[in-house]
Every structure is written in structure tokens, then in C-alpha cells.
């Protein structure tokens, strides 16, 4: 009997709500969403392929545009970037400086977000996030008169205060909609046991967190290391970063394609695989308090 | 009954159970006043690192933008009063087209980005397969380090050897200008833009779209609503609030573009000015020209500007949140 009905039920229940109700428009919309998807896909990936593919090319290979897709592939590009441009220095000084500066901003942000969240605190938020606002190029002109005064500049005490400006606020507004979508109870309840409220935050609510602070920490990475116009005014020959070396491949005369595309990779390519990595805690910080309205 | 056994963080001062044994007196009193100001003390911090590092220089760009302060000769530099915004709001030549390729730039970027960002959220709204890799392609341009993006396009755009004219080559189009051109430049810009950030507005709508609730939308099926009307009638009016937080976030940054534009067309945006926005307009004058006073008065316009598109913003999702 089970055996017969079984079957049954189940080729029944599926094509039924698709099927039944105006078929045609239905595949037709079908069709569309796979070939729009494509699409978009391909808008999307394409210019970072041709920049890849780019960069395993010699340069007369990309004069020629015979030679778009079919060439012989070079690593002398990436030879050149890493070696002669001692590229490793500028890779180590942008994660230096996205790291400390992203540390720091926890330090100071999570305990503030959780404050603002707490005791609702719009006002106060409204300080750190007015952060996110001001042109960087106001607040640029008096950091760098101050900070060349006090010979910091090209030091990367002053890199890394800048690029936590950038990080704390974003750690704030990330952490402040994720404390206040948690609930209250359990740190209560830790505090009825007997644990002061410093303790419920520091054993309870923290611990619980891991996941938000993870957002906040990666999100904060990210911006650091692509930040441009900070570092490009206030970084030294020494503490250069990333995007600031990659115009070294630029001047006036010319510019060598080839080795652009290689240092435009190698400054993408760390950051992508984290964001492959980390997929879902970038996508929930970047939505971040988007759905309260 | 309840007020003989109160919690004990209502008590000050009281040995918490954890520490009874251990703590001295002082500390004890140091753990109770904490936990009394934890409000300030958690927030302070990082009130005080923002405010130090926002205020103070807000409060030197306003007072050095009535100075006709150069730089290096800050000795010289005299007060002059409103000089410096009189001289900048009738200037013809750099300041109003800086002002109106600043809008133009957030306006044509913002309305592609929202309008493409929704069909795309709606195209992944229901769950198909191969979900996994259209997350990933919507990830990978938002997380590239966008002077890199300005030179990967700068190759693609490249008037001569460029993918873009091959392209347009293959469908019989002529070739052309784009980024050299002195009026494609800035709309080839928008259009960097947009492939950057469009993928942000799809994921803050994609959001929106799954905490919509289903009921309104089963309903108006019911009623016999096509798709479309289901759409403009249902879907977009609850959206609104969403909408406009992506118009938002985005908007405070595509007003404050400076990356892609500085790594496509350099200094002045262009040897005609042909992308220089407000942000590098500003950044020239301080860095560039050492002309302090004239660009802080620009700086000061800016942040007005800014300030008060937010604000007209903020007024209108609060009517629509009604």
C-alpha cells in the first residue's frame, strides 16, 4: 500500500503550483531569470578577468589586440612587481596597518555600540557616526598640519589612527543593530546569579557576540586595506600601502600595462579570498540595521 | 518581600559573589563604581577618540577658511573674513561646475544603482540553483580595492587598445573616447561606479525583500494581480523604507568619491577638469595648491551640501515609515 501511494503524492505535489497556473508565462519567466542572471554575472566578473588576464601578458601582447584571449602566458610581470618594486614591504605595511587599526576600533568600538545600544543612546551615536559624513579631505588639511608638526608624518602611529577613523564608526552602527537584536534576558539572569553588569558583558554578552564582532572585524579589514586617500597624504616612503604603490607603475609619459594589472591583482586578490571566506558575515554587515526602516 | 532581596548590582558596593574572597577593598570599590558609570565608561572612549579626531579639525577648517591661509606661509596668513566664500560662490570656472558634477555624478549613479539593484534583487529574490555563485560575483566588486577597479577599467577603457572599443568593434560601433573624451569622461566614471557598488544596493534590497512579509503579496494573488501590478502596487510601497536607507548609505559616499576618479584622470580630475568633483577639487586646493584658506571655505560648502541632502533624506523616510 505505502509503496503505491508514496510515489504518488510526491510527483503530485511538485510540478502542481509551478505547473498548473499559466505554464507558459511561467517558463517563459524562467528562462528570462537564467539568461538575466548570466548576465549579470558576467558584467560583474568579466573586467576582473581582463584584468587578470592582463597581468600574465607581456606588454607588446596587449597592444595587440589579436592576442585578446589567446597568448602565450608570462609571470615576468609578477616577477617584476614583487621583486624589483619590493612589493612584499607595501603588502606587509597595508595589512600592518588594517590590522592594528582594526584591533584598536574593537577595542574602543564594541564596548561603545553596546553602551549605545543599552541605554539607547541616539545622541551619542549620532557623534561617532557623523564620522562616516565629513569629507575625509576636511579633516585631512588640520590632522596633517598637527600631525607633520608633531614629525609623524610618514609614521605609522598616524596611518593607523586615520584608518581607525574610518573603522569605528563602522564598527559601531555594525555592532550597535546587532546588540539590539539580541535579547536582554540571558545577560539579565547571569546578573541575578550573582555576576555585576560588567561581568554579564564581559562572560555573557561578549562570548554571544562572537559572530557580530566577526562581521565588524572583517568589514573594518576590508576598508582599511583598500583606504586610498588617507594613506596616499599621510603615509611615508616606509609605511607606504598598497593602493598608494600602485601609481608607481603610472607616469607621464607612459604606463606599463602589464605590471599596472599584476599590482592592481596582487592588491585584490588577498582581500577577495577573505571575502570568499567569510561570505556570509560580509554580506550581514553590509546589511546592517538595512531592514529595521 | 522583593525589597529585602534586591539584585545585587542595585546594591554599590557590594562584594559580588565572584569576588568575595579574593578582592581588597579598594578594588572592590573601583569594580562598583565601573559597573555604576559603565554607561560612559563604555561609551566615552570612543566618543572621545571621534570627537578629538572630528571637532577640533571641523573647528580649524572653519576658522582657517576665513584666513587666507597658503600653507607653508602660515605666518602670513591674515583673517579676511567671509573673502574666501565670496571669491568661491562666484567662481564660474572650477567651484559651480565642481558642485554640479558632484550631483550629477551622485544623481545619475544613485538612480542607475537603485533601479538596477532592485531588478537584480528581485531576480534573486526566490531561491534557484547556482544561488551560491551569483553571491559570489555580487561580492567580488565590492570588496576590490577600488583604485585597483579605476586602473583595471582604465585598461578596459583605453581608446586604442581597450576591451570596451573592441567590443562596441564587434557590433559595428565606431570607437570611442570614453575616459579621454571630455564629454564621455565623467560619465564613464558614473559607470565605474556603478559596477562597483551596484552589488551593495542589491544586497541592503535583497534583505528588505526577504523580511517582507508574504501576506499582502498572497493576497493581492488572490485578487487576481498580475506581476507587475503585485510589484508596484505591494512590494515597492513596503520597500520604500529600505530604499531609501540604501539611497542613503549610498549617497554619503558617492557625494564623497575621490578614489577612482583620482587613479582614472589624476590630479584636477582631468587635464580639462572634466571629473573633478567637489571632494578633488578641495583635495587639490589643500595638497596640491597649499591654497588652505580657499579650500576650507569649499570644504565648509561641501559638508552643507552633504549635511543637508542627508537631512532632506532623513525627513523623507520618516514620511514614508507613516
Same mark, same amino acid.
Given at each position: 500500500m505505502t509503496v503505491q501511494t508514496d510515489p504518488q503524492t510526491v510527483t503530485a505535489a511538485r510540478p502542481a503550483p509551478a505547473g498548473r497556473r499559466k505554464p507558459l508565462a511561467n517558463r517563459a519567466y524562467k528562462v528570462f531569470r537564467v539568461v538575466a542572471l548570466i548576465a549579470v554575472v558576467l558584467f560583474l566578473i568579466a573586467p576582473l578577468i581582463w584584468m587578470l588576464l592582463a597581468s600574465f601578458k607581456t606588454n607588446v601582447d596587449i597592444y595587440d589586440t589579436g592576442k585578446a584571449l589567446l597568448f602565450t602566458p608570462t609571470a615576468e610581470n609578477y616577477a617584476n612587481v614583487l621583486q624589483r618594486n619590493n612589493y612584499f614591504i607595501f603588502i606587509f605595511n597595508s595589512f600592518w596597518v588594517a590590522f592594528v587599526s582594526t584591533v584598536l576600533s574593537l577595542v574602543l568600538g564594541v564596548p561603545a555600540a553596546y553602551a549605545m545600544s543599552r541605554f539607547t543612546m541616539h545622541r551619542s551615536a549620532l557623534v561617532v557616526l557623523m564620522a562616516r559624513v565629513i569629507p575625509g579631505v576636511s579633516l585631512l588639511v588640520p590632522w596633517y598640519y598637527v600631525f607633520s608638526n608633531l614629525r609623524m608624518?610618514?609614521?605609522?602611529e598616524v596611518l593607523i589612527l586615520s584608518h581607525m577613523f574610518v573603522a569605528l564608526p563602522l564598527i559601531v552602527y555594525i555592532m550597535m543593530s546587532y546588540f539590539d537584536s539580541m535579547p536582554l534576558e540571558l545577560e539579565e539572569s547571569a546578573q541575578v546569579d550573582g555576576l555585576t553588569p560588567i561581568g554579564a558583558f564581559r562572560r555573557i554578552t561578549l562570548p554571544l557576540s562572537i559572530g557580530g564582532i566577526a562581521t565588524a572585524a572583517i568589514l573594518s579589514f576590508i576598508f582599511s586595506w583598500n583606504n586610498f586617500m588617507f594613506a596616499l597624504v599621510l603615509s611615508g616612503s616606509k609605511t607606504k600601502t598598497l593602493p598608494v604603490a600602485?601609481?608607481?607603475?603610472?607616469s607621464y609619459a607612459s604606463i606599463d600595462w602589464g605590471g599596472l594589472m599584476a599590482a592592481a591583482t596582487v592588491v585584490t586578490i588577498p582581500i577577495m579570498i577573505i571575502a570568499l571566506f567569510t561570505q556570509k558575515y560580509i554580506v550581514s554587515g553590509m546589511t546592517a540595521g538595512a531592514t529595521k526602516g | 518581600m522583593s525589597v529585602l532581596t534586591p539584585? !545585587?548590582?542595585?546594591?554599590?558596593g557590594a562584594p559580588s559573589g565572584r569576588n568575595a574572597g579574593a578582592g581588597s577593598g579598594a578594588r572592590e570599590n573601583f569594580s562598583a563604581w565601573a559597573n555604576r558609570h559603565r554607561k560612559w565608561l563604555f561609551a566615552a572612549p570612543a566618543m572621545i577618540f571621534v570627537g578629538v579626531l572630528i571637532i577640533f579639525p571641523l573647528a580649524w577648517t572653519l576658522y582657517l577658511s576665513l584666513t587666507d591661509s597658503q600653507g607653508?606661509? !602660515?605666518?602670513?596668513?591674515?583673517?579676511?573674513?567671509l573673502q574666501n566664500y565670496l571669491t568661491v560662490l562666484a567662481d564660474a570656472e572650477r567651484f559651480w561646475p565642481a558642485v554640479g558634477r558632484t550631483l550629477t555624478f551622485t544623481g545619475v549613479a544613485l538612480v542607475c544603482e537603485v533601479v538596477l539593484g532592485m531588478c537584480i534583487a528581485l531576480l534573486l529574490w526566490r531561491p534557484f540553483r547556482g544561488e551560491k555563485w551569483v553571491r559570489v560575483a555580487i561580492l567580488l566588486p565590492l570588496v576590490a580595492t577600488p583604485v585597483a577597479v579605476g586602473m583595471m577599467w582604465r585598461l578596459i577603457f583605453d581608446?586604442?587598445?581597450?576591451f570596451a572599443n573592441q567590443l562596441l568593434g564587434m557590433i559595428g560601433i565606431p570607437p570611442q573616447p570614453w575616459l579621454s573624451g571630455q564629454d564621455t569622461a565623467l560619465g564613464t566614471t558614473i559607470f565605474m561606479d556603478v559596477w562597483q557598488w551596484t552589488p551593495m544596493v542589491v544586497l541592503i534590497l535583497l534583505a528588505g525583500l526577504t523580511s517582507l512579509s508574504e501576506e499582502p503579496d498572497e493576497a493581492a494573488r488572490m485578487d487576481g494581480a498580475n506581476s507587475f501590478q503585485r510589484f508596484f502596487y505591494i512590494t515597492l510601497p513596503l520597500m520604500m523604507p529600505t530604499v531609501i536607507v540604501a539611497i542613503l548609505l549610498r549617497g554619503i559616499d558617492a557625494l564623497k568619491t575621490f578614489d577612482i576618479l583620482y587613479a582614472t584622470k589624476g590630479k584636477g580630475g582631468g587635464s580639462f577638469h572634466e571629473v573633478e568633483t567637489l571632494n578633488v577639487y578641495a583635495y587639490g586646493l589643500s595638497f596640491?595648491?597649499?591654497?588652505y584658506g580657499l579650500s576650507s571655505a569649499v570644504l565648509i560648502l561641501f559638508f552643507m551640501i552633504i549635511v543637508g541632502s542627508m537631512w532632506l533624506l532623513t525627513m523623507r523616510k520618516k514620511a514614508v515609515s507613516k
Open positions: 608624518v610618514g609614521g605609522f600602485i601609481f608607481d607603475f603610472v | 539584585p !545585587r548590582s542595585a546594591q554599590p607653508s606661509v !602660515r605666518a602670513a596668513s591674515d583673517f579676511v573674513g581608446p586604442n587598445i581597450g596640491d595648491y597649499n591654497q
